[in-house]
């Protein structure tokens, strides 16, 4: 898998949660995943998961770190797996700041406070991921808080830390499928 | 996933990690998760994990919680990754009781002590995790920690905390694939 | 999977086969399958059935008995598989009511008037499955029956115990795949 | 899928129930179904079906007409669902000949009375199913009939008709998924 | 596999690469090739291979051998797999005619002279392959040759000994899957 | 994928065709293929080959040039197109040194000597390709012909060009499914 920090800030508004859309704009050709900085607003029209939209729960986050990841022939179960694994290898790179982070399936927070938004879905010949950190919380529609308030301020070192871990991770979880006897009895 | 938790204990020797295991002596017929204590000693000739046996690294441990999981249906990917976040709760379950871990893959870490194994294979229908948690490490072949010097003693409510969480994280995982629009463009 | 018998009556134009069209419209977020009566008017342009738009057959039907499955994580093959299973079922529930039926692929006979239409089909993250039993055959652009001339006339009794028959059914073919012996020679 | 009726009687132990046995036997060399007469007597080390292992219940019957069918590159959900179709066949030829039969699962019984086995497993490279029709129930461990008491006595009149009945389901199954619009939404 | 020649020409412009294209137009329901001639142009709009939108590389030919396969119940990586044997096909029925071709991925070249273009992708419920030999390959955007240049006129043979061979080696292949004994140890 | 050369030469008789086999000898923990000279004798008890066991055709050749590949988490008929694959880049190589082959299926020929055996099979993890060239066909029990007939000496120069072009085509085929859209209509 490869991996990208992306200087520049995007505007997250779900559009770029799309088949291709990391191969389209950066060129990357195969399993990725790319880290940015931008505004997180999804309206209900452009929002994945349908339980928020019946909730009507749009999102919004002043400015957060995103994450986008395409991993291709994989099925959504596996994508959904894939997608929690990220979570944990976040609340770990926190962990290792020193900030406690409870997670609660694909939520991270910190006590009561909100920190992340994550979907994880599939086109027709990948799985899609976006996970989102609030850097600054400002606007969100519940209690949120941002790694501002957590004193986190180097964005680009733990993106590249998480993207780093996350794909020795998934390569590792491959590996581990070929060193294994299987089992007859 | 139902979940059992043994009153007896059963030495662990790598034999238990086998298809229907549970099935024929719990009488539990479908996905499922169980926990006992015991010894833990598995020879390299019962050994699953090729890089065990090619490093000479047999297993053993005074005292163990043990994790036995099977699940149909399901590749073997899928099921390595399922293992990862199975450790992934463990590790949460200790953070509740206030211990900082480390988790590199499948193993946690307290500061440099080993303080699990594990293993992730396939049979022709299901996939087999094994996980155990030292409780007393004596006479484990690398340094390593147990949950007594750690002060957990109540080894069954946290084995029942972790079955819990894991088998609603696995339900949660499937219900959400069922929430998501696909993505066409 | 959740079973659900709608009390008012929907048109069924087509559009209703669609994915989450179930959780959208009834908050039952998994697999499922709902019933509801309604008058069935499927135009050209509606049609998931190529082959019956090849032939220019729509579909008309005054009143029908409707089945809407949404099952996810499945694949064509299995579903149509899933499919013809509704079939039998259904076509048991009519015996168990003393008509004799004949079936013919996803089709129910009695005599030579057709007594259904059904389709199965996929999304990207599901397979569904529609079937429409006549009620009341008026305007059908075949020879037809319906529930009314075969003396049936509680319909709701007679979709809640299909629907029960096929949600235990299909747990017990999963059940199935849990309890054998793979065989190695 | 191929279909072969044997002239001659095996008596089925459960050996029968092997990936490539038709191959080996018969050199029929693709999906097929094959069926023959004989002495039924599964004991339980050769038991497929771990439920009957474990409630001590082998297999008897005097004479049986046995199905053997193996069916390649096939998974063991969509594996039990072709053993279902299978059974729902077989009752529909008996619904033929005017006999009233009732389906529990992969059972059919005549009244109270029993008159099949069956069983579904899985290969390497492919699913196993065994289904046996009793003849003459003769010797059965539970309350039981035969295709002698309800008069069929053309046994292979009626294991062709099923074999090519269920052949042809097959294929129009395979012959569906290649006719239908996928769903965007 | 069924096989079709088109006597009348058909202008390829991308179009045609669609599901049940094939069903839709020549009633053709199931695996299928077919083969056509015509001119060959497809603007970017209309591109599947999304590499070539990037490099901003429509495909010209004047006169064009077309291959569109569709084949149900396959996956992407499965896909490309078969496109790559079709294009190896092609090559053996361009040596039995005495000419020596380099393959390089899917592209087939007389020396330094491109003579193919081809795709594969991936529908709801089929994948699909287009395949384009030039005939005469005036106006392409590279450097080409056809099979005029080749001294090769009869293109309905070819075509005919192409989807021949095609159709009976994936036969073949299925069949492979049949005869082997798995492995345990 | 990994490739390696052997320089020590193995005498092939069936029982390297087994999974791990390659991490367990030559400690590559990955998709690979490998090369080695050596004699080959493949009794017919140790054929996976089911109908050469059946139609009484051991195998040998007194010096081989063989490759073994194991590949993971891919099914038998992608199996058996990466084997086919194989043979056609076989063939390739022998091309470019100015050699005339025929393929049929997975054989290769030179005129009507057969000069390659090969096979594809499975275990629980994993796919498994033999393929076999002769160097020296002496003691072939059908009519054949080697390498050192056709004046190619450099075994190792062709094993590692064979093996090279193996390895990056199954790459770029991997990467062709990552930029292609998918077809909704």
Chains 1, 2, 3, 4, 5, 6 share one sequence.
């Not at 959504?76 to 290898?89: A, D, F, N, S, Y």
């Amino acid at each position: 898998m490869k991996t990208l920090f992306l200087e520049q800030d995007i505007k997250y508004d779900g559009t770029q949660l799309a088949p291709h859309w990391i191969y389209k704009n950066f060129k990357i050709q195969c399993d990725a995943i790319i880290a940015f900085k931008g505004e997180c607003e999804v309206k209900l029209s452009e929002m994945v998961d349908i339980e928020d939209v019946l909730n009507n729960e749009p999102i919004y986050s002043k400015l957060m770190l995103h994450f986008i990841s395409e991993q291709f022939n994989v099925g959504l179960v596996e994508g959904v797996l894939r997608q929690r694994l990220l979570i944990c290898i976040i609340k770990e790179a926190l962990e290792k700041r020193g900030i406690t982070v409870q997670r609660n399936g694909d939520d991270l927070f910190v006590g009561r406070k909100k920190l992340t938004v994550s979907i994880a879905t599939k086109s027709l010949t990948s799985i899609l991921i976006h996970t989102g950190i609030n850097i600054d919380a400002a606007g969100a529609p519940v209690v949120a808080c941002g790694l501002s308030d957590l004193g986190i301020n180097d964005i680009e070192a733990i993106a590249k830390e998480i993207m780093t871990c996350y794909s020795n991770e998934i390569d590792d979880i491959i590996l581990a499928t070929t060193k294994v006897n299987g089992l007859w009895k």
